[in-house]
């Protein structure tokens, strides 16, 4: 008889600062973002049993076989090690990797550390993008993730009338949010108009709509239900995981709606037994490396019918103070995107943001259940999480 996938909980989470050009190495973000997680769980790096890694590419942090050269500084040191990596994906892939081994029972504690160090790579992350363009169809038009991310920005918006002051609130939503997250790197006050009169980057996707350059790492501490019980009496439980890959030409997609998401979720929904999802998840962090990306998001996760999210976020339904609060932490538009550890901090958010200690960003909806997403590679990887109370 098969055995039965064990209870995994949440007991444990840290985070770096994010910044640019941040004078520390990747071995150190994963350093300080590890011992945090393990201090706020009261364990000990003996303590772990297994350590999973995320982090982008190698060309990120300028460093060949970086997973192998992150591993003592993430604790990995002498201990069963895994890196995972589904491009901007990873950080929210990461916890599923590390849920499956705890989840599984090869292992009782598991150290989930993502890390990125972006601001090294020469002249721009951008750069590093143009190999994972097919060589044949795609690299000889010179891509790059900007005018794509534009190109479907456009799809988007034509598809179901939107205008880009719709689409510049969430700009303006997720920087005034992270005015209060100690960690962020970009927040700001700021007012529409403001966003539109940034530098357009290709057009309709301006300066101010685009997530910055960042370094920066976080980390969670994954325990089985008995030893959960036994560290804290507010354990966050990985109620949910999913992910979905849909064809890597992202020319053979309707770029207007992120299918990729919407499987990913509903695989999620049915391990947490969500039905609905509008009304069962009560803080949303979905990834936000563009403006444009939380709405389209929000859409995929069932969480917003299509094309009415800028609706949605223009009467408040997503504010902090709203019926479905949505990056309440500011998201990668306003604490950063260091890659893989954007997704892995909207886990650590979200478990502060259950326990009631989120601070000045905790929402008032009194949440019992939260919901991370992210999406990776070439706009086709989708990866969801659902945590509870």
Request: some cysteine.
């Amino acid at each position: 008889m098969a055995r039965s996938m064990r209870r995994v909980a949440v007991v444990g989470a840290g985070l770096s600062l994010f910044m640019r050009r941040a004078l520390e190495t990747g071995k150190e973000l994963s350093y300080y973002a590890a011992s945090q997680a393990l201090q706020s769980a009261g364990l000990r790096r003996q303590d772990v049993q297994a350590v999973v890694m995320a982090s982008g590419p190698d060309a990120f942090d300028g460093v060949h076989m970086k997973g192998e050269y992150l591993s003592d500084g993430a604790g990995g040191w002498r201990k069963p090690y895994l890196r995972a990596y589904v491009g901007g994906g990873s950080g929210v892939f990461s916890i599923i990797s590390g849920w499956s081994l705890v989840a599984s029972g090869l292992f009782d504690v598991v150290l989930v550390v993502a890390e990125e160090k972006m601001s090294p790579t020469q002249p721009h992350p951008q750069a590093a993008f143009i190999s994972i363009f097919d060589h044949t169809i795609e690299r000889p038009l010179g891509p790059n993730l900007l005018w794509i991310f534009a190109l479907e920005q456009n799809r988007y918006m034509h598809a179901y009338g939107i205008r880009n002051e719709e689409i510049a609130l969430v700009s303006v939503k997720n920087k005034r949010n992270a005015l209060d997250h100690p960690a962020a790197q970009i927040a700001a006050e700021l007012t529409p108009e403001q966003v539109l009169a940034s530098e357009v980057v290709a057009w309709p996707v301006h300066r101010l709509m685009v997530s910055p350059v960042s370094d920066g790492a976080a980390a969670i501490v994954l325990a089985a239900e008995e030893v959960a019980k036994r560290i804290t009496a507010q354990p966050v439980w990985v109620e949910g995981v999913g992910w979905a890959l849909d064809t890597s030409y992202w020319g053979n997609r309707d770029l207007a709606y992120p299918r990729y998401v919407e499987d990913a979720a509903r695989m999620a929904y049915k391990m947490a037994g969500i039905t609905e999802p509008r009304r069962q998840i009560h803080v949303a962090e979905p990834y936000d490396p563009f403006a444009y990306k939380e709405l389209h998001h929000l859409e995929g996760l069932l969480l917003a019918d299509r094309g009415k999210a800028p609706e949605d976020l223009a009467r408040g339904r997503f504010n902090r103070d709203g019926e479905l609060p949505s990056c309440p932490s500011g998201g990668l538009l306003g604490v950063g995107n260091p890659i893989a550890a954007a997704g892995l901090m909207k886990i650590c958010e979200l478990f502060w943001q259950l326990r009631g200690e989120a601070g000045k960003r905790q929402v008032h909806n009194n949440p019992k259940r939260g919901l991370a997403q992210a999406w990776g590679d070439l706009m086709q990887i989708g990866t969801v999480v659902v945590v509870g109370v």
